[in-house]
């Protein structure tokens, strides 16, 4: 057997080796300043960017979790960037979930990373006042729809029981009138589609969305409409965000290995398609 | 304990085996579960007992009583003699559910993105919209035209058509790519947990 058709024949385990290594190399290198200049700011990313640096300080924003552990190397850096760029511009924000661990990864992204962070603790944030987490409310879409004539109604309690309407941050607020913009970071269903039909064009509130690279194709002909202000897609879009926001975190770490792990299966498409022309017609 | 299920399911990449299976089993069971106890507590308990039961001071809502006997109703699938009762409540869902999507639905998807193709196809003094605008207008009419199968797609209308399926090749490549994207995306997030977080040799 000739080396084309043994290459054919190739066990696909020894792919998956130097799929392996393509991730796992890069994570252990630093990315040079070179790679970093490269990484692309989309269009929908720079609108949504522009949209909150333009908002004025003490403007309500939303923002909906929507997603469990499994996507958080994609959206969890959506979340940080995003939250970070927030309470630099002192906008309040209303985090809740429409899917259970979504509130929870809210949580995580507060606790571990935004409380933490130096800057954000010159601002000495304070719970109720300058953020607020409503938690999990079951209804998908149904939700969505109530809270357009009523927020606390939607989510009588917060993530730890408190009553909605005793939280100062929601005295002022109360459906989406109040609300400048609702950042929806989703993996599926109820998601930024929802957002969009029942929040977004129902309403007229202004809604942006942040997806996995699997969802975003579907998502973004709302960018192009207008339907959605801005759209983070994938590990590419969370990167693109902490690029231009400035604040540079596990996106951008990831982005290496990203895109070396790309440049192996295009390597490989590549050759496998060589070894399928060249040995066509042939007798193995 | 995470290392040693994320490892589980990675070594069903080199074939099937038993430590596979356990983690996968684990996984299913622990995710039912989780799902029942979240349904339990944040629909039944949350929506329908503390409706009727509530704290002092609260009126009861008997209203709720109405989801409650539905969701009795949909249960009765299990006893195959009277079955038929869940047909009721299904029939709430699917006509709820379609009353709420028409409108959006037609809104949404329909009127604002027809809306949106319907675009100047010189824009002076910018080529990138020009450009644009051609190719967003052409590619959805050839499209539509690939879908539209009363008529024999030969002659014009069938080089059309195969324009349609370029472009539609062209969508299904870029979906692919990221799919790609976002699985490497969950690998790496896990790799970077074995190396990170758990081995401590990524900083």
């Known amino acids: 057997m000739e080396f084309w058709q043994k290459l054919l024949a190739i066990d696909r385990r020894i792919i998956f080796i130097f799929v392996a290594f393509a991730i796992i190399v890069p994570l252990f290198i630093i990315a040079p300043p070179g790679f970093l200049k490269k990484i692309d700011v989309s269009l929908p990313v720079q609108s949504l960017y522009d949209y909150v640096e333009n908002l004025p300080p003490g403007s309500k924003i939303m923002i909906a979790f929507d997603y469990d552990p499994p996507t958080t190397p994609e959206l969890q850096p959506m979340a940080v960037s995003f939250l970070k760029h927030c309470f630099t511009k002192d906008l309040k924000v209303i985090m809740l979930g429409l899917w259970p661990q979504g509130p929870v990864q809210a949580q995580f992204a507060m606790e571990r990373e935004i409380l933490v962070d130096e800057k954000i603790k010159a601002k000495n944030l304070q719970y109720g006042i300058d953020y607020v987490n409503l938690g999990f409310q079951a209804g998908n879409e149904f939700v969505i729809l109530r809270m357009g004539t009523d927020i606390a109604a939607a989510f009588p309690v917060d993530y730890f029981g408190t009553r909605t309407k005793e939280i100062p941050l929601m005295k002022d607020v109360k459906n989406f009138d109040n609300i400048r913009l609702v950042y929806n970071i989703s993996a599926g269903y109820p998601g930024t589609y929802e957002w969009v039909i029942f929040a977004g064009d129902r309403f007229g509130v202004k809604i942006a969305g942040g997806n996995t690279a699997v969802q975003y194709p579907h998502n973004s002909p709302y960018v192009q409409t207008g339907q959605l202000v801005g759209l983070l897609g994938g590990m590419a879009g969370a990167a693109g965000y902490e690029k231009v926001s400035g604040y540079l975190g596990k996106a951008t770490k990831y982005m290496l290995s990203q895109a070396v792990s790309h440049a192996m299966v295009i390597f490989f498409i590549i050759l496998g398609n060589l070894a399928y022309f060249i040995t066509r017609g042939r007798k193995v | ?203």
Do not use: H
């Not at chain 2, 249960?75 to 869940?86: D, H, N, T």
């Not at chain 2, 605008?133 to 052409?138: P, T």
């Open chain 2, 1 to 203: 304990m995470g290392a040693f299920l994320t490892l589980g399911i990675i070594s069903f990449l080199y074939k099937d085996n038993p430590w596979y299976k356990f983690c996968e089993a684990l996984f299913v069971g622990i995710s039912a579960g989780y799902w029942f106890c979240t349904v339990f507590w944040s629909q039944f308990v949350a929506k329908l007992w503390d409706n009727i039961y509530p704290t002092a001071g609260q009126p009861r809502q008997y209203v709720y009583l109405v989801g409650g006997i539905l969701g009795l109703m949909m249960l009765l699938r299990l006893v195959p003699k009277i079955g038929w009762f869940s047909r009721w409540p299904l029939a709430f869902v699917v006509g709820g559910t379609a009353g709420a999507y028409l409108i959006g639905y037609a809104l949404s998807n329909g009127m604002k993105q027809v809306k949106s193709t319907i675009l100047p196809l010189w824009v002076s003094g910018n080529l990138n919209a020009t450009v644009g605008n051609i190719i967003l207008v052409v590619g959805t009419f050839c499209g539509l035209i690939y879908f539209f199968f009363s008529k024999e797609q030969k002659g014009t209308y069938g080089k059309v058509a195969k324009l349609g399926i370029f472009f539609l090749m062209i969508t299904f490549g870029a979906s692919f790519g990221y799919t790609v994207m976002a699985r490497m995306s969950l690998l790496i997030g896990r790799m970077d947990f074995l190396f990170g977080t758990w081995l401590g040799l990524i900083k």
